[in-house]
């Protein structure tokens, strides 16, 4: 099973900042096939990027992904009020999908 | 318009069985394989296993692996997960995915809260 750990675990900023946060594998991610979602309080995860570094349809461009291979970063580039919220990195490569444990972006 | 509509909330006691629904509407339901995803209170996501439903090929998470059971009706474009015998343990917000064949998981449903009290 691959393992991913993202850091840090609370990321806290103010809006307009940037943000950068890390996914890394226990073992090469197939195809990067690695993708991210936003949570929000009582809502279902929220497709952001997917293959690495592929925008879901409607997301804005101040968010982007990018890596392959074991490390993997989803950036913000400019934090909007509607950013904060938590984020988790999936790998879907192999026949087994696993999660990153979140990231949560606080408002500083 | 593709849809995953999951199953309402359920509140059970330990030892009950239970199953839980998430009907696809939109698109061609055998065509697409179903996971099924826990998220237990104030905590992240875990994949619990795939079904691919033209053919029933399953795939459990080890961590899940005969602690329930995912299935299909082909006939009502509907995927499940099972309980046999539910324990407090199991109180968790459960989500269906679809993903197409080699490619991203797309659609989410919109989940199902499961509680288990006595």
């Known amino acids: 099973e691959i393992v991913l750990t993202q850091s840090p675990g609370t990321l806290s900023l103010s809006p307009g900042e940037r943000a950068t946060l890390s996914c890394r594998a226990s073992?090469?991610?197939?195809?990067?096939?690695l993708a991210w979602y936003q949570q929000k309080l009582g809502q279902a995860p929220r497709l952001l990027i997917y293959g690495a570094s592929s925008r879901a349809t409607g997301i804005p461009d101040r968010f982007s992904g990018s890596g392959s291979g074991t490390d993997f970063t989803l950036t913000i580039s400019r934090l909007e009020p509607e950013d904060f919220a938590v984020y988790y990195c999936?790998?879907?490569?192999?026949?087994?999908?696993?999660f990153g444990q979140g990231t949560k972006v606080e408002i500083k | 318009e593709v849809q995953l509509e999951q199953s309402g909330a359920e509140v059970k006691k330990p030892g009950e069985s239970l199953k839980i629904s998430c009907k696809g509407s939109?698109?061609?339901?055998?065509?697409?394989?179903i996971a099924w995803v826990r998220q237990m209170p104030g905590k992240g996501l875990e994949w619990m296993g795939i079904?691919?439903?033209?053919?029933?090929?399953?795939t459990y998470s080890p961590s899940f692996q005969g602690q329930v059971t995912i299935s299909v009706a082909k006939s009502i474009s509907t995927a499940y997960l099972q309980w046999s015998s539910l324990k407090a343990s199991d109180t968790a917000m459960y989500y269906c995915v679809r993903r197409p064949g080699g490619s991203y998981p797309d659609y989410w449903g919109q989940g199902t809260l499961v509680t288990v009290s006595s």
């Open positions: 079904i691919y439903p033209a053919d029933s090929d399953t």
């Open positions: 999936q790998q879907y490569g192999s026949s087994a999908w696993t």
């Open positions: 939109g698109y061609s339901f055998t065509s697409y394989w």
């Open positions: 073992q090469s991610v197939s195809r990067s096939y």
